[in-house]
């Protein structure tokens, strides 16, 4: 069964979107093929805002040879790098954009779907098993609904399938 939102509540958002990085694929010992969706630093700001979290800044003590150094940088909520999903990433047939993450978290938002902290908690630590149900997805620039049912995969096992950076 998948989950689907009406286009009637779903806002389009001006999003520039570029090609976002090739998926890698990984053949399972069925044969089948998992692709893995990179975040594209556009697609992981858009999901940041959408949820309301940003960036945050962040103070690192390092001692060496009795010799502190401090180092400034930002460390963001949305801390994966990808995720394993059944099939590759569709192009919009209206404006172009490729099918991402994004357009999961825009729908599950504004469709009144998921809640936010439903969201970050799947983000942080992925989906319980067997969780994992096709989803009908719309354009989050134009609201035009993606032929593909995005359905996440899990090539290793259950309720693991985000790629975090290490």
């Known amino acids: 069964m998948a989950t689907a939102v009406s286009t009637a ?11 976002p990085p090739s998926s890698e694929t990984k053949v399972l010992p069925s044969g089948r093929i998992s692709y893995i969706w990179m975040l594209s630093d556009t697609e992981r700001s858009h999901i940041a805002q959408m949820l309301n979290v940003d960036s945050k800044e962040t103070l690192a003590k390092t001692k060496i040879n009795n010799i502190v150094t401090y ?3 930002t460390a963001s909520e949305i801390t994966l790098s990808g995720t394993y999903m059944k099939q ?40 319980k ?9 719309f354009c989050s620039r134009c609201t035009t609904q993606f032929q593909a049912l995005a359905w996440w995969d899990d090539p290793q096992n259950p309720g693991q ?6």
């Open 129 to 137: 098993s067997g969780e994992t149900f096709p989803h009908i997805v």
């Open 161 to 166: 399938v985000w790629k975090h950076d290490p």
């Open 88 to 127: 590759d990433r569709e192009i919009c047939r209206t404006c172009g954009k490729y099918m991402g993450l994004d357009d999961l978290v825009h729908n599950a938002k504004y469709g009144s779907v998921h809640s936010p902290d439903f969201m970050l908690d799947i983000l942080r630590n992925g989906p």
């Open 9 to 19: 509540h779903l806002p389009s958002h001006d999003v520039v979107t570029g090609r």
């Open 71 to 73: 180092s400034f940088g």
